[in-house]
T-cell receptor, first 113, second 112 residues
Framework: NAGVTQTPKFQVLKTGQSMTLQCAQDMNHNSMYWYRQDPGMGLRLIYY???????DKGEVPNGYNVSRLNKREFSLRLESAAPSQTSVYFCASTMEEWVHEQYFGPGTRLTVT | QKEVEQDPGPLSVPEGAIVSLNCTYSNSAFQYFMWYRQYSRKGPELLMYTYSSGNKEDGRFTAQVDKSSKYISLFIRDSQPSDSATYLCAMSPNTGGFKTIFGAGTRLFVKA
């Protein structure tokens, strides 16, 4: 089992460019999450998907969109990147939305100049 | 004031020492308490998971929850250089994992 995988590992964007971060899990989990991690701050939830076909905003959704493509895949899109979106992005999954143990991917390091 | 407070460290200890990592919180609704370990440039991995108050032990690791003081701890016995990482506390209410709040993490260095 690969667990949770994320692509790309690194990305540099110019302000105003768009990109999509990809996430896939092979654990047959129903719920998936996107977080950002910034120095001195805990992981902050951007969006989550409790189950296939549903998505909901988290704590910091502005400037992002998500798509739950199928049960395995959950993508995060930045339509017009801003320097404030420079961060490390983590995808995570849980068996069900009420389950608290999360499994994380390796992260995508994004720099917006 | 943050809902979850965690000393960022760094904490440097010699190999074999007992390490104590702590978090305080303000939301009395938190019922689930987790500790994640994050190696440099990797994703967090779940280390310990407890529900409500009490202790839980797993090998060299012990998690303690004191809900009356809103204080949780992770103890590492016989610390090893391989324990060098950032430790994140996390906690959530009964409503689900999407309500999980993470601490900013404590960096730990174990010197050989």
């Amino acid at each position: 089992n690969a667990g949770v995988t994320q692509t790309p590992k690194f990305q540099v964007l110019k302000t105003g460019q768009s990109m999509t971060l990809q996430c896939a899990q092979d654990m047959n989990h129903n719920s998936m999450y996107w977080y950002r991690q910034d120095p001195g701050m805990g992981l902050r939830l951007i969006y989550y998907s409790a189950s296939e076909g549903t998505t909901d905003k988290g704590e910091v959704p502005n400037g992002y969109n998500v798509s739950r493509l199928n049960k395995r895949e959950f993508s995060l899109r930045l339509e017009s990147a801003a320097p404030s979106q420079t961060s490390v992005y983590f995808c995570a999954s849980t068996m069900e939305e009420w389950v608290h143990e999360q499994y994380f991917g390796p992260g995508t390091r994004l720099t917006v100049t | 004031q943050k809902e979850v407070e965690q000393d960022p460290g760094p904490l440097s200890v010699p190999e074999g020492a007992i390490v104590s990592l702590n978090c305080t919180y303000s939301n009395s609704a938190f019922q689930y308490f987790m500790w994640y370990r994050q190696y440099s440039r990797k994703g967090p991995e779940l280390l310990m998971y407890t529900y409500s108050s009490g202790n839980k032990e797993d090998g060299r690791f012990t998690a303690q929850v004191d809900k009356s003081s809103k204080y949780i701890s992770l103890f590492i016995r016989d610390s090893q250089p391989s324990d060098s990482a950032t430790y994140l506390c996390a906690m959530s209410p009964n409503t689900g994992g999407f309500k999980t709040i993470f601490g900013a993490g404590t960096r730990l260095f174990v010197k050989a």
